[in-house]
């Protein structure tokens, strides 16, 4: 297989944008000999050869063969023998959920709330909000999760405090991330005008962050679906237009709750809410009107399989959601739902149970849930220009994964879906930098930094 492999990557160079001859002074890494997988469109048969890294840890260049007299002054890795893969993105996780693995393991989404929000999470301080989103961050690097959307959690908190700690531990965590803000729920005790100055001022002060490469902006985690009163809904939708904001919603997730959140569709329609900076967090439950009006607007959804699973809160239909045109991105949810910061898994458990609900092994193939769960869930969060595929101008973000404990095997991605697993990641990039390795993979995890800079 991998001398078939060389065979085809000929015609691999026609499909490779190289910015070498311009750029090569300013190369900093050259990657060599590992059988590349770069999610990019157009280009499905994995070849061996090379990746360089710029000085700005962007993609310079990624084509067929060694690249063995590029940049001499740049580090060069050997991986023979290794597959390059595009850091994983995550397009729905909660990072501070990672100290309640195992929590509420017999109850469904409402029982399982009221344990993790109506016991546990009220007793978080800001602090402990910041170590568990970096840690929840560490987590999903070591897995090779290089990006992520974070729901986050407020409480009580009025001022800011809790986010910006935990925009603070995902970026010491060194993972690249999209933080999802929550404007509280509207009431006479908390009004739009509260809201919107606390909203400002966390963007002000998220703006002067120095990690703006990897701050990748905020989002509205969304509440507008849960009440029957409209006054959320518009709100979300006045700000998502004042500040540029998309909006993730939790949405039939639950069995129970569906048929309320259904009715409330219309409600949400009319706050202008319904639209391409909208992300529908789960979809499960929902209605062939509902489908159709969410394609014509051009909203996404993120597809949760290990937490719905879990929680027995069903299957997303997304084979008949990719039929109908919808955009769909694959998230890893919190560590209380699904327990582990894993995408493979998430991707196996995805294609299990639609094949499982479909009685058909044809209907959603290994390249699919990968191509969901890399450059699919960056198109779902409008980042596709930068992250999700291995692309010349954008992040450098990759993985390195040894395939010796499946090989030999009979179709490439179906060994990486089916057979890879976490353990058997080498190494982890964030922007050429080396962020990850099995050395230092069980201090990472372990990793507290007491400081609380926020």
């Not at 729905?92 to 309640?100: D, R």
């Not at 991330?177 to 009431?187: A, D, L, P, T, Y």
Request: contains cysteine; glycine residues 10%.
């Amino acid at each position: 297989m991998r001398h078939v492999v060389v065979a085809l990557s000929a015609w691999v160079l026609v499909l490779v944008q190289p910015a070498w001859a311009a750029s090569q002074a300013d190369a900093r890494l050259v990657v060599q000999n590992a059988l590349i997988f770069t999610m990019a469109d157009g280009q499905q048969t994995p070849f061996v050869g090379h990746l360089a890294v710029g000085a700005d840890g962007r993609i310079l260049e990624v084509g067929a063969g060694a690249g063995t007299n590029l940049a001499p002054g740049a580090r060069h890795v050997d991986a023979a023998g290794m597959w390059m893969l595009p850091g994983f993105v995550s397009a729905h996780s909660h990072l501070w959920q990672s100290a309640f693995s195992g929590i509420a393991s017999d109850q469904n989404l409402e029982g399982w709330i009221e344990q993790l929000y109506g016991q546990e999470a009220p007793r978080l301080g800001a602090g402990d909000l910041y170590a568990l989103t970096q840690r929840g961050g560490l987590h999903h690097l070591a897995h090779g999760v290089t990006t992520v959307f974070n729901l986050t959690f407020t409480g009580a908190d009025k001022t800011g405090t809790v986010d910006r700690c935990q925009l603070r531990g995902a970026l010491d965590a060194g993972v690249r991330v999209v933080h999802g803000f929550n404007i509280r729920k509207i009431s006479d005790q908390w009004t739009v005008d509260d809201a919107r100055a606390r909203t400002a001022q966390f963007l002000q002060w998220a703006a002067l962050q120095p990690e703006h490469e990897r701050y990748l902006g905020t989002a509205i985690a969304g509440a507008g679906a849960y009440y029957d009163a409209p006054e959320q809904a518009r709100a979300e939708a006045q700000f998502m237009r004042e500040f540029r904001l998309m909006n993730q919603q939790h949405y039939l997730e639950s069995p129970a709750g569906s048929p309320a959140e259904r009715a409330r569709y219309a409600s949400m329609q009319r706050a202008g809410l319904i639209g391409p900076d909208l992300i529908f967090g789960h979809f499960i439950h929902t209605t062939p009107e509902i489908l159709a009006d969410a394609v014509r607007a051009g909203a996404s959804m993120t597809w949760n399989p290990l937490s719905n699973g879990r929680l027995g809160s069903g299957t997303a239909d997304v084979v008949r959601y990719r039929e109908q045109g919808l955009r769909i991105g694959m998230g890893l949810d919190g560590e209380a739902s699904a327990d582990r910061a894993d995408p493979f898994a998430n991707m196996r458990a995805g294609l299990y149970q639609i094949r499982a609900m479909y009685r058909s092994a044809s209907v959603l193939s290994p390249y699919d849930v990968l191509r969901m769960h890399t450059v699919g869930s960056a198109e779902v969060l409008h980042l596709q220009d930068r992250v999700g595929s291995l692309s010349v101008g954008k992040y450098a973000d990759f993985l390195l994964l040894d395939p010796r404990e499946f090989t030999p095997y009979k179709e490439p991605y179906a060994a990486l879906v089916f057979a890879a697993g976490v353990e058997h990641i080498r190494a982890v990039y964030v922007g050429g930098q080396l962020v990850t390795a099995p050395s230092s993979r069980a201090d990472m995890l372990l990793q507290a930094r007491g400081r609380v800079a926020c």
